[in-house]
């Protein structure tokens, strides 16, 4: 009997008998990627599945759940449990995504090291055991509870793990992971998907919590079906310019705590190393005394962090002005310039103009609006913003400075690392309380802030 061909789409995850141009669930183009079907016999994936169902469970009232909180656990590295929503927790999986050579083994194997009393499995597809060990022993891991195994056969994992009894489990990579009764090759949707169900089941019944690492495509995706960061616990991505020494570990998704925190990193010889104070990381270098730069604080998650936003307006020597934005949304700015033109009263039309955001930061919230402002009216003007002002506030299409939340805690944060004087927005004036040694600025609107910072 000739074996059914299935088609996976790579965005959503949706199934189809035949092949789509567009996937008919989500409507992405070029999704659908072809996979053999599965076959009748399971391997230990389907054993995991029968011994769960082993029990009848049925359902109960939920006034008679059991309202504990979930057991966490520390990581030992703050960075990575402020992420996590406070540690790891007891029967979850993780994934960890991020480009190759960004850091994801590094942080995995750092982990490792500092869990001291937790007997831990490491499971590598892609090195040798003698290769995690040089690599070990450059990070200063060395544990009599750190059990290493070089294996791809996702029957002989599992058989593992309930030999060994862990108590955390690292895979690297689920693309190099395969179930042996699958016909397809290991990294294909089904491959990966069969795989991660297995592991999710295994970490289930057996307490165990599961760190997965997973590769990511050219649009920065995790590779595979989107399905799978559906049926993940948590999705960590680690981003960074890989010419750049910073890492920044952040969360897409998190059912046991907030998706905004972020964990700051730097890469050393000797290994990861936490930077528990991002804002003074961002401005290291900043330049005195030239226009076109404007400090801003935006929050990610509970945390404020500064961060400086560099713009750069010239004449241009085409009939279209050119317009570039790195670490602010393109339509964002766009959206600004015109304001500034229009409200501003800074002609923009035969400038190009370029915006950056030092560090690698991506800015998303419009907080930032504000000081992006001032950054382009400021190099636009050749006037310079004083180095120890900062701006915060959302701009809206009339040219309006509107409020922003948790302006408190925003600027105990600038206070706090030495600036005298920052630019707020007029009417939540009196629901703040200006730190020692802060001026407030209040403006209106973007005429003003722009008289008061670059006329005085």
Known sequence: MKEKTKFYCTSCGNEAAKWFGQCPACGQWNTMVEAPGDTVNRSR??????????VMNLPKPITELDTLEEVRFSTGMSELDRVLGGGA??????????????????????????????????????????????????????????????????DNVLRSIEATKPEL??????????????????????????CTMALMQAAKLQSFTCFVVGHVNKEGAIAGPKVLEHMVDCVLYFEGDRAMSYRILRAAKNRFGSTNEIGVFEMADNGLIEVPNPSEMLLSGRPKNCPGTCVTCVMEGTRPVLAEVQALVAPSGFNGARRNSNGIDYN????????????????????????????????????????????????????????DTTAIGEVGLTGEIRSVNAL?????????????????????????????????????????????????
């Open 45 to 54: 994936a389907g054993a995991v599945k029968v011994a769960g169902a082993a």
């Open 89 to 154: 927790v007891v029967g979850s999986i993780v994934l960890v995504g991020g480009a190759p050579g960004i850091g994801k083994s590094t942080l995995l194997l750092q982990l490792c090291g500092m869990l001291e009393n937790q007997k831990i499995l490491y499971v590598t597809g892609e090195e040798s055991v003698r290769q995690l060990k040089l690599r070990a022993k450059r990070l200063g891991v060395d544990r009599q509870n750190l059990l290493v195994l070089a294996e791809t056969n996702l």
């Open 169 to 194: 489990v690292i895979i690297d990579s689920i693309q190099t992971m395969f179930n042996g009764d699958l016909t397809s090759g290991p990294g294909s949707v089904s491959q990966v998907k069969d």
């Open 332 to 387: 964002r700015a766009m959206l600004l310039l015109a304001v500034l033109d229009k409200r501003g009263g800074i002609s923009m039309n035969s400038c190009d103009t370029y915006i950056n955001v030092i560090g690698g930061l991506e800015l998303d919230e419009p907080a930032a609006d504000l000081a992006t402002v001032l950054a382009i009216a400021s190099s636009a003007r050749d006037h310079v913003i004083p180095y």
């Open 408 to 456: 408190n805690q925003r600027l105990s944060e600038v206070a706090r690392l030495g600036f005298h004087r920052c630019v707020i927005p007029a009417h939540i004036r009196g629901e703040v309380k200006a730190p020692d040694g802060l001026e407030l600025v209040s403006v209106r609107n973007i005429r003003e802030a722009i008289f008061a910072i670059l006329e005085d």
